[in-house]
């Protein structure tokens, strides 16, 4: 007898074959090589599901011991988000770090291709130092003086780009140098581009101050966005663009020194990080810690810069933390968090102790004259309890947020001084002895098991607002070193329990804007990792076609905050 199959059955059969058509082919023999791209739908944006998403990074956390140590039940927290989430390898990117150099894994470069989904090439970071931009834009409101090089012996050309606000009516940008007035030009609310010449005989050989001033008349807006000064030959002297307030920034413009190499702050990234594109979205974000966020900016949310957790112990046990962390400037954004952390009781106060029961106690130990490896474990210690501290004071009611992430370095730090301990290996530096070298053994193990529970301490804090947890690693560790491969977890509703096989550090932000609801940039290079999310939550990709519509505009800072983090890196050997 012949039966009519049900409408209904003919289109959820057509919709599974669909989306299992849709699943990535596994076309990958390792977690290194090239990731196969499966094409999928483009869609509007504002069509995906929304998320709330707990992100927390962990540098340098090797996968093969976090799966040993959770199949022994020493993890228990990442081994129950591994057990209901989907997880796997996360190719990293080698880059040299000079010209002609090997080519090596370097945290800030990995830390902002997963901020920006961008490889090197785009994003600006080679290295953990180095020299700032060329075209360097700084802050202003509607004033800035430059301290023009006296070298310089052609004459100036001054580009003056703004626009009035609506119906404001002509401006009006006047510039002198040394004092001396040149002639103004006159701006309408379309935007212009007018010259100021400042002739070679102007050009002092001791000091040549240049002084912009636009005025904006009787309560009239304006913006002026850009004002570039080049030598008469055309090459680039420097510039300031005022796209936000003043009041981020001390005013004035930044001349790129070319010989120095500054460790790498926000000033050296070029492109837009997640946290830029979900605020300029509507999306709220929290950030504690991240590589390149000093000096601290505006965003919408909160950002607790890198440069908080700078000092580590010496900030936290050397001097009062109020007295140090005041003397850095643009900690935190908005600016007056800082007096929330500090009043509120979230800076350690004794790490040094805790130190001592949780991961390792070094007293009794010889310890080599002149090494800062034990300091610096302090430190890195300090900084990712101070962390953990202000990620769960954001997750206890300060705000709900699309997106917290907080980032720990200290996995980083135990891999290079103790991985070679495991297992009754001797440090290839040999910088330590201790009578019970079995202390030194379980460093590494001591120092994971720490990170679990401060894990869970957040997935908890985070329950019933946050639907999402993503874990990122930017490389993982051996006996050798940095390892090739990190590794990614994501744990939530819709997301499957598989092991992610296509996934690169460079998807991280293609997949956090996937779950918010936003397009995929077409000059990302990385994609959103698809495999992790079951069948019935795996929407298409929304795209647009770029999301650098403006230039980031970031002004460098000098900190002698930065010698102590120079200490650090040079006693890892990131640095000469």
């Not at 930065?562 to 040079?570: D, G, P, S, T, V």
Request: glycine content about 8%.
């Amino acid at each position: 007898m012949n039966r009519r199959i049900p409408l209904i059955t003919i289109l959820v059969t057509a919709l599974l074959i669909s989306a299992l058509r849709s699943i990535p082919d596994d076309r990958r023999s390792s977690p290194n090589s090239t990731a196969v791209r499966t094409p999928v739908p483009v869609v509007a944006e504002g069509s995906l599901t929304k998320r709330r998403i707990l992100m927390i990074g962990l540098d340098g956390c090797s996968y093969d011991l976090v799966r040993t140590w959770a199949g022994e039940g020493k993890l228990p927290h990442l081994a129950s988000l591994i057990a209901n989430g989907a997880s796997g390898h996360l190719s990293t990117i080698e880059t040299p770090r000079l010209p002609g150099a090997r080519s090596t894994i370097s945290s800030p470069v990995v830390w902002t291709t997963m901020a920006t989904g961008k490889l090197p090439d785009k994003h600006g970071i080679w290295d953990f130092g180095q020299p700032f931009p060329e075209e360097l834009y700084a802050w202003m409101d509607h004033e800035a003086e430059i301290i023009l090089p006296t070298t310089l012996r052609t004459d100036l050309v001054v580009h003056v780009i703004a626009k009035a606000a609506p119906d404001s009516g002509a401006i009006r940008a006047m510039v002198s140098l040394n004092g001396v007035g040149l002639p103004s030009v006159s701006l309408t609310e379309q935007s212009a581009d007018a010259i100021i010449r400042i002739p070679e005989g102007a050009v002092s050989e001791e000091r040549n101050r240049l002084e912009l001033r636009i005025d904006r008349g009787e309560g009239r807006a304006v913006g002026c966005r850009l004002v570039r000064v080049e030598s008469g030959d055309g090459r680039f002297v420097g510039a300031v663009d005022p796209w936000r307030s003043a009041d981020a920034f001390a005013s004035g413009w930044h001349l790129p020194d070319t010989t120095a190499r500054p460790l790498i702050q926000t000033a050296h990234r070029q492109v837009r990080a997640f946290w830029d594109i979900l605020g300029e979205r509507g999306r709220s974000v929290a950030l504690v810690g991240w590589w390149g966020t000093w000096p601290a900016y505006p965003i919408n949310g909160v950002m607790l810069s890198s440069h908080l957790g700078l000092r580590g112990k010496k900030t936290l046990t050397t001097r009062s933390a109020d007295e140090v962390l005041h003397n850095t400037p643009h900690l935190t954004y908005p600016e007056d968090y800082l007096e929330h952390i500090l009043d509120g009781g979230l800076v350690p106060q004794d790490p040094k102790e805790e130190l001592a029961r949780t991961i390792v106690d070094l007293r009794g130990c010889q310890i080599e004259a002149g090494s800062l490896s034990a300091e610096t474990l302090e430190d890195v210690f300090a900084q990712d309890t101070f962390y953990r501290n202000l990620s769960v004071d954001l997750l206890s009611g300060r705000g709900d947020y699309d997106l917290l992430t907080v980032y720990f370095e200290g996995m980083d730090v135990v891999g290079h001084k103790f991985y070679n301990f495991l297992a009754g290996r001797r440090s290839k530096d040999n910088w330590i002895a201790c009578p019970d070298a079995g202390r030194l053994e379980r460093v590494v193990e001591n120092y994971y098991r720490y990170v679990d529970r401060m894990i869970g301490e957040l997935t908890e804090k985070a329950r019933g607002r946050y639907d999402t947890t993503m874990i990122i690693t930017d490389h993982g560790f051996d006996v050798h070193g940095h390892a090739d491969s990190g590794w990614v977890l994501l744990s939530g509703p819709g997301i499957e329990k598989t092991l992610i096989r296509h996934a690169s550090v460079r998807d991280v932000t293609p997949t956090i804007l996937y779950m918010l609801g936003l397009p995929v940039a077409d000059d990302m290079d990385g994609e959103p990792m698809l495999e992790a999310f079951s069948n019935g939550h795996r929407d298409a990709v929304a795209r647009i076609p770029t999301y650098e519509s403006r230039p980031i505009l970031i002004a460098p800072e000098a900190s002698e905050a930065e010698k102590e983090l120079e200490e650090r890196f040079r006693s890892l050997g990131y640095i000469e």
